[in-house]
């Protein structure tokens, strides 16, 4: 069953904007994680936060966790051409061995 | 290795033929996940193993589809009788643990059958 769902389906920026994508989700976790993925191929783990975390940062990116609304934000500061991918939320449930659910992510142009 | 190993990279077969998709994940990883992928779709699970064994079984789409993992590394989807509906790409992540640590994830196999 779908999880994690990413808003928007697909947004486009220039280049130096800043991108939001968000994640809303229905279980209760134990962390959530963003991922991206370029031309359809293997995914790359961007961030993970911890259901005790708040807001994390990496680089350019930054990462916002809400609990109580089941909702997590992902900001791209300054983006790049080369941040052009889609980008997927996942989530995992707060049993002891919970896989993890991905959305269907968000695909995110920047032009240059 | 360094990275999360998939083979073949891309697969065409025909309807009805059985395929074996390969993959080899980072060494001392424990856990190992399939995934597929259809066109502009997220990811669908399909099964994990810890170790060698597979507690969640409950993505297999159906009975033709099985996976095994040896020696607590090399792990193997097998697809028999293929479908047009297989068509997707299959995709490999491992990872240090179940809990708590991000995926690395091969470049998948992209199963076309025709």
């Known amino acids: 069953s779908q999880q994690g769902e990413e808003d928007p389906q697909a947004l486009s920026i220039q280049e130096g904007e800043n991108a939001t994508m968000n994640c809303s989700y229905k279980?209760?976790?134990?962390?959530l994680q963003w991922y991206r993925q370029n031309s359809g191929r293997g995914l790359v783990h961007l961030i993970l936060i911890r259901s005790n975390e708040r807001e994390k940062h990496s680089g350019r990116l930054r990462v916002t966790l809400d609990t109580s609304k089941k909702s997590s934000s992902l900001l791209i500061t300054a983006s790049r051409a080369a941040d052009t991918a889609s980008y997927f939320c996942?989530?995992?449930?707060?049993?002891?061995?919970?896989?993890?659910?991905f959305g269907k992510g968000t695909m995110l142009l920047v032009s240059p | 290795g360094a990275g999360v190993s998939q083979s073949p990279s891309n697969k065409v077969t025909e309807k009805g033929k059985d395929v074996e998709l390969r993959c080899d994940p980072i060494s001392g990883h424990t856990a190992l996940y399939w995934y597929r992928q259809s066109l502009g779709q997220g990811l669908e699970f399909l099964i994990y193993f810890q170790g060698n064994s597979a507690p969640d079984k409950s993505g297999l789409p159906s009975d033709r589809f099985s996976a095994e993992r040896t020696g607590g590394s090399v792990s193997t989807l097998t697809i028999q009788r293929t479908q047009q509906e297989d068509s997707a790409v299959y995709l490999c992540?491992?990872?240090?643990?179940?809990?708590?640590?991000?995926?690395?994830f091969g470049s998948g196999t992209r199963l076309t059958v025709v």
């Open positions: 992540a491992s990872s240090l643990e179940v809990v708590d640590y991000g995926y690395t």
């Open positions: 279980t209760s976790i134990n962390n």
């Open positions: 996942a989530t995992d449930g707060d049993s002891e061995y919970s896989t993890l659910t």
